[in-house]
């Protein structure tokens, strides 16, 4: 806590350029990628073969803050084998095409899934079931070999209390399809890694302890299993899964990695300020359990903007769920939660007309203020509010969204009860133009507040 004030000390002595400059180095060097490459995990984001052609949506999600990728749908059966033995691999080739020209690993995205299953498999008689899966393994995990560090050999294998869920591979083999796929992938990609993953087992529940036992007695027959996969679709409706970082840990213990997969937090529509918030706690909350367990890898959301989220399109009426808007805008509430959660700072929001109260002269006799963030660090914050006006004398107000809370104000006098601050000017700052500065702390979202100036 000293070494914060010193630090503040020196932002608040040195020129405004200093803090302009440290403020842009930060933004240099500061990614999602980069946070939780420190941490000794990647920051990833899904992506699907239509928005590859969206080339503001491809300088973001190329451009530094994920370093893995996960295609959405290229990689899925029948995207990859839509006629028995007919294989295509343009949609996924294109996606690690995409990812190694911008140093991002990949994700294999999924080997079997009893959805975007082509008609064919499920007409196969059960006899010819295991073979047919064994080719498709073969084949595609041959293809990608090399190309992704790990497969989410089966997908969601459960129902929702822990027993297994029926599809065609389950009707033909019983649960033994899964130990049968996990060895198809091994011989064809002895180097990815080879996960199991699902939904609603990233909190601790009879959905979890099925994967939980099931995992455990993959590892006493000696059958190649090395990941588990928590996809984290969310919902703040439904309140946040019970003991995340316990249940991730458990299955860490059974001597597998664990890694958050298709990451995305929905809500009911439309969006606003209190449910961002919400919205952001989860966030925080899922990527401080991965980061608080060694083996969790790494976290994977599924794609980064609300523009190509699978959300409205099939939970009606919800959306928002992720962490850049319709407009590829960055949420300052959801992102830096999660950059905070690994251990970076928040982004200051940039002081724009809308976020701050507006400087166009003031009738006379009356005075405006203008509030600007002009250094951010995990915890802290400096502001700056300029006063403009032509009248001597001037109370500046505002609330305080997110619980901030000051603690050293120059250039006047501050009362703060609750979220409402009040300044009044020092003696010798009582004519506009003038300005004020001050110390605060924040905590998971730190909001531009409107200003009012009398
Ligand atoms: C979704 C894709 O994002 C959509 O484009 C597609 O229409 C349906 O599948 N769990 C998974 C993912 O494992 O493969 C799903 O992806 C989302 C739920």
């Given at each position: 806590?000293?070494?914060?004030?010193?630090?503040?000390?020196?932002?608040?002595?040195?020129?405004?350029?200093?803090?302009?400059?440290?403020?842009?180095?930060?933004?240099?060097?500061?990614?999602?990628?980069?946070?939780?490459?420190?941490?000794?995990?990647?920051?990833?984001?899904a992506t699907d073969n239509p928005?590859l052609?969206?080339?503001?949506?491809?300088?973001?999600?190329?451009?530094?803050?994920?370093?893995?990728t996960t295609p959405g749908n290229a990689m899925k059966w029948d995207s990859t084998e839509p006629s028995q033995n007919s294989f295509s691999y343009t949609k996924g080739d294109a996606v690690v095409s995409f990812a190694?020209?911008?140093?991002?690993?990949v994700r294999g995205h999924t080997l079997l899934w009893h959805n975007q299953l082509p008609g064919w498999v499920s007409a196969l008689?059960?006899?010819?079931l295991?073979a047919a899966m064994e080719n498709h393994i073969a084949n595609v995990a041959t293809h990608f070999k090399g190309k992704v560090?790990a497969w989410d050999v089966v997908n969601e294998?459960?129902?929702?209390?822990?027993?297994?869920?029926?599809s065609p591979f389950?009707?033909?083999?019983?649960?033994?399809y899964?130990?049968?796929a996990l060895?198809a992938a091994?011989a064809a990609d002895?180097?990815a890694?080879l996960y199991?993953n699902?939904?609603?087992?990233?909190?601790?529940?009879?959905?979890?302890?099925?994967?939980?036992?099931?995992?455990?007695?993959?590892?006493?027959?000696?059958?190649?299993?090395?990941?588990?996969?928590?996809?984290?679709?969310?919902?703040?409706?439904?309140?946040?899964?019970?003991?995340?970082?316990?249940?991730?840990?458990?299955?860490?213990?059974?001597?597998?990695?664990?890694?958050?997969?298709?990451?995305?937090?929905?809500?009911?529509?439309?969006?606003?300020?209190?449910?961002?918030?919400?919205?952001?706690?989860?966030?925080?909350?899922?990527?401080?359990?991965?980061?608080?367990?060694?083996?969790?890898?790494?976290?994977?959301?599924?794609?980064?903007?609300?523009?190509?989220?699978?959300?409205?399109?099939?939970?009606?009426?919800?959306?928002?769920?992720?962490?850049?808007?319709?407009?590829?805008?960055?949420?300052?509430?959801?992102?830096?939660?999660?950059?905070?959660?690994?251990?970076?700072?928040?982004?200051?929001?940039?002081?724009?007309?809308?976020?701050?109260?507006?400087?166009?002269?003031?009738?006379?006799?009356?005075?405006?203020?203008?509030?600007?963030?002009?250094?951010?660090?995990?915890?802290?914050?400096?502001?700056?509010?300029?006063?403009?006006?032509?009248?001597?004398?001037?109370?500046?107000?505002?609330?305080?969204?997110?619980?901030?809370?000051?603690?050293?104000?120059?250039?006047?006098?501050?009362?703060?009860?609750?979220?409402?601050?009040?300044?009044?000017?020092?003696?010798?700052?009582?004519?506009?133009?003038?300005?004020?500065?001050?110390?605060?702390?924040?905590?998971?979202?730190?909001?531009?507040?409107?200003?009012?100036?009398?």
């Amino acid at each position: 806590m000293k070494k914060l004030i010193i630090g503040a000390a020196a932002l608040i002595l040195s020129a405004g350029a200093f803090t302009l400059i440290n403020t842009q180095a930060e933004a240099a060097v500061q990614t999602l990628q980069s946070l939780a490459a420190a941490k000794g995990k990647y920051f990833g984001s899904a992506t699907d073969n239509p928005e590859l052609s969206d080339t503001a949506y491809t300088a973001i999600l190329g451009g530094g803050e994920f370093g893995q990728t996960t295609p959405g749908n290229a990689m899925k059966w029948d995207s990859t084998e839509p006629s028995q033995n007919s294989f295509s691999y343009t949609k996924g080739d294109a996606v690690v095409s995409f990812a190694q020209a911008h140093n991002m690993t990949v994700r294999g995205h999924t080997l079997l899934w009893h959805n975007q299953l082509p008609g064919w498999v499920s007409a196969l008689p059960a006899t010819q079931l295991q073979a047919a899966m064994e080719n498709h393994i073969a084949n595609v995990a041959t293809h990608f070999k090399g190309k992704v560090f790990a497969w989410d050999v089966v997908n969601e294998p459960f129902n929702e209390d822990g027993t297994f869920r029926t599809s065609p591979f389950n009707n033909a083999m019983g649960s033994d399809y899964i130990a049968i796929a996990l060895r198809a992938a091994r011989a064809a990609d002895p180097t990815a890694k080879l996960y199991i993953n699902d939904y609603n087992t990233d909190g601790q529940g009879a959905k979890a302890d099925g994967m939980y036992n099931l995992v455990k007695s993959l590892k006493a027959a000696g059958v190649p299993i090395d990941g588990v996969g928590f996809q984290g679709h969310l919902a703040i409706q439904y309140g946040f899964p019970t003991n995340m970082q316990a249940n991730l840990q458990r299955f860490a213990d059974l001597g597998v990695d664990v890694a958050i997969t298709e990451l995305d937090v929905r809500m009911v529509l439309p969006r606003d300020s209190t449910k961002d918030a919400t919205q952001a706690t989860y966030y925080s909350n899922v990527v401080k359990a991965c980061v608080a367990v060694t083996r969790c890898v790494g976290i994977t959301i599924w794609d980064y903007t609300d523009k190509y989220s699978w959300i409205p399109s099939v939970f009606s009426g919800q959306g928002a769920a992720l962490p850049w808007d319709d407009s590829l805008v960055k949420k300052p509430t959801a992102y830096n939660a999660i950059a905070v959660a690994l251990g970076g700072t928040a982004e200051s929001a940039s002081p724009t007309p809308s976020r701050s109260t507006s400087s166009s002269p003031p009738p006379a006799g009356a005075c405006a203020a203008t509030y600007k963030i002009t250094g951010s660090w995990p915890g802290g914050f400096q502001g700056e509010v300029s006063v403009t006006g032509s009248k001597p004398g001037w109370t500046v107000k505002w609330a305080f969204a997110n619980g901030q809370t000051i603690s050293q104000l120059w250039g006047g006098t501050v009362s703060q009860s609750g979220a409402n601050v009040t300044v009044t000017p020092a003696s010798w700052n009582n004519t506009p133009p003038a300005t004020f500065g001050f110390l605060a702390s924040w905590n998971g979202t730190n909001a531009v507040p409107t200003v009012t100036c009398a």
